[in-house]
């Protein structure tokens, strides 16, 4: 049971080249969401999506976009990478109800050179 | 809105000893609260959980929380702490009438010194 798979768990990146992340969970959840996680910060919503082919935007959407073409997967990808989005990313998902927990990968460690 | 305080950013504590890790939110409707630890260089992981009823949650790991309505808090504690307990830390609330958003705190570092 691998629960929730993000890819790649490293990366290095120059200004402007674009690339997607993806997170693909095997639990049947409904919600998935893409946090990033900044020193001092805590976990800041990029985006979520509360089932296949819907997404919506959180409290850092900008630079980002996101897609939920199947269930199980949520892809997260930067247009034209910028120093400012270094950071660590996760994925979590979750069931439909509110009192549930999310479900988190292990991270992606993104540089931006 | 809502938002999560936590008020220590870092938490130095001696193995075996206790340690009381504090949380704050505001909310102007009911709440769902989560402790969460983060291991180095992995993800969350959900330590304990409040949704109703008696407000001394027990969790793993030997730890428990305390929900507060009054002082809008929820305070998670452990009474002897061990080195592996060595982690950050996250406090999360959800609201009830909003099912898709859980607000993170800043997170608390808990270092356990031998």
């Known amino acids: 049971n691998a629960g929730v798979t993000q890819t790649p768990k490293f990366r290095v990146l120059k200004t402007g080249q674009s690339m997607t992340l993806l997170c693909a969970q095997d639990m049947n959840h409904e919600y998935m969401y893409w946090y990033r996680q900044d020193p001092g910060m805590g976990l800041r919503l990029i985006h979520y999506s509360v089932g296949e082919g819907t997404t919506a935007k959180g409290e850092v959407p900008d630079g980002y976009n996101v897609s939920r073409l199947k269930k199980q997967n949520f892809l997260l990808g930067l247009e034209s990478a910028a120093p400012s989005q270094t950071s660590v990313y996760f994925c979590?998902?979750?069931?439909?109800?509110?009192?549930?927990?999310?479900?988190f990968g292990d991270g992606t460690r993104l540089s931006i050179l | 809105a809502q938002s999560v305080t936590q008020l220590d950013s870092q938490v130095p504590v001696f193995e075996e000893a206790p340690v009381e890790l504090r949380c704050n939110y505001s909310?102007?409707?009911?709440?769902?609260l989560f402790w969460y630890v983060q291991y180095p260089n992995q993800g969350l992981q959900l330590l304990l959980k409040?949704?109703?009823?008696?407000?001394l949650v027990k969790g793993i790991n030997g730890f428990e929380a305390e929900f507060n309505k009054s002082q809008t808090s929820f305070h998670l504690r452990k009474p002897s702490v061990h080195i592996s307990d060595t982690a950050e830390y996250f406090c999360?609330?959800?609201?009830?009438?909003?099912?898709?958003?859980?607000?993170f705190g800043p997170g608390t570092s808990l270092s356990v010194i031998p």
């Open positions: 999360a609330v959800s609201e009830l009438t909003s099912y898709d958003k859980v607000i």
């Open positions: 979590a998902s979750s069931y439909l109800r509110g009192d549930q927990p999310q479900h």
């Open positions: 409040y949704l109703s009823g008696s407000t």
């Open positions: 909310s102007s409707v009911s709440v769902y």
